[in-house]
């Protein structure tokens, strides 16, 4: 069993930055040894992924968002954090982060981030 937490979300103006992170609790479960995503949803569209962190540490971002958008971890915290710079109007969205452990979808409870023009 894993529970994920978001935190950081809010209402940021264009140009802007916010950081949004995800903790995660669990018996035996360590962000170190496992892939960590984030994705948002818009109501009405369908939840999509936004950056990847590897149990290796490599990264991969969706293209919207490459430049502007920076994923880590801390592991002794446990925590995943994303780093969003030079908001967009069109970054406004619910983020979720996620992983999956022994075939298990796990999601936290998500995080409203809204971005104004």
Known sequence: QVQ????GGGLVQAG?????????????FTISRAAMYWYRQVPGKQREMV????????????DFVKGR??????????IVNLQMNTMKPEDTAVYYCNTVRRGNDYWGQ???????S
């Open 4 to 7: 994920l937490v978001e935190s």
């Open 69 to 78: 958008f920076s994923i880590s971890r801390d592991n002794a915290k446990n």
């Open 51 to 62: 950056a990847s962190i590897s149990s290796g540490g490599s990264t991969n971002y969706a």
């Open 110 to 116: 998500g995080t409203q981030v809204t971005v104004s």
């Open 16 to 28: 802007g930055s916010l950081r949004l992170s995800c903790a995660a609790f669990g018996p035996m």
